[in-house]
């Protein structure tokens, strides 16, 4: 069964800053992956997801991640974090059947002034 | 193009008592699940449908929870009774039959506090 870790429940920058968000995944076939974000008392939005094509994946919103086979690793960066940025952010997987989303158990990132 | 709606957006209740939850998913998109998100925790599936049928409730409750979509439309869950531990956001969201879960819509979410 496909699992997902994300490193840091929480993770505090600077505006301006860099924003490294930590996702790893367990799978013996690389899996599809997704980045999400959620704002305060909204529904998750897509960010970028990974589908074998290109291992850097450019998002919405200024975010990219690199797949990275050797790692097992999907991490979310941002060059610089800006105010708006502060949310929760959940990586996912999707399993073989391509039917179902397994998610980590989120990141949420506060950017400080 | 309307996005995912979903009520109640907040709801209260006591251990013990019923209820529900609506979903209706953007138009023509045959693919519907639901997701339990408690506290500090990712997004759990549910329950899938696709169109009226269910594709997997693997990890639904069912002594106490139940989900439908009869028409093939608009879904709703219910929990009946729920228990403090039930207290979560629920979240709905719809893909197209043939994205599946590459691509998801999620809605707001229910937020439930069972006192």
């Known amino acids: 069964a496909q699992s997902v870790t994300q490193l840091g429940s929480h993770v505090s920058v600077s505006e301006g800053a860099l924003v490294l968000l930590r996702c790893n995944y367990s799978s013996s076939v690389p899996p599809y992956l997704f980045w999400y974000v959620q704002y305060p008392n909204q529904g998750l939005q897509l960010l970028l997801k990974y589908t074998s094509a290109a291992t850097l994946v450019k998002g919405i919103n200024g975010f990219e991640a690199e797949f990275k086979k050797s790692e097992t690793s999907f991490h979310l960066t941002k060059p610089s974090a800006h105010m708006s940025d502060a949310a929760e952010y959940f990586c996912a997987a999707i399993n073989n059947a391509g039917n179902m989303l397994t998610f980590g158990g989120g990141t949420r990132l506060m950017v400080k002034p | 193009e309307a996005g995912v709606a979903q009520s109640p957006r907040y709801k209260i209740i006591e251990k013990r008592q019923s209820v529900a939850f609506w979903c209706n998913p953007i138009?023509?998109?045959?693919?519907l699940y639901w997701y339990q998100q408690i506290l500090g925790q990712g997004p759990k599936l549910l329950i899938q449908f696709q169109n009226n049928g269910v594709v997997d409730d693997s990890q639904l409750p069912k002594d106490r929870f139940s989900a439908e979509r009869l028409k093939g439309v608009d879904s709703t869950l219910k929990i009946q009774p729920a228990k403090l531990e039930d207290s979560a956001v629920y979240l709905c969201?719809?893909?197209?039959?043939?994205?599946?879960?590459?691509?998801?819509?999620f809605g707001p979410g229910t937020r439930l506090t069972v006192t």
């Open positions: 138009s023509g998109h045959a693919t």
């Open positions: 969201a719809s893909s197209l039959p043939h994205r599946g879960a590459y691509e998801q819509y």
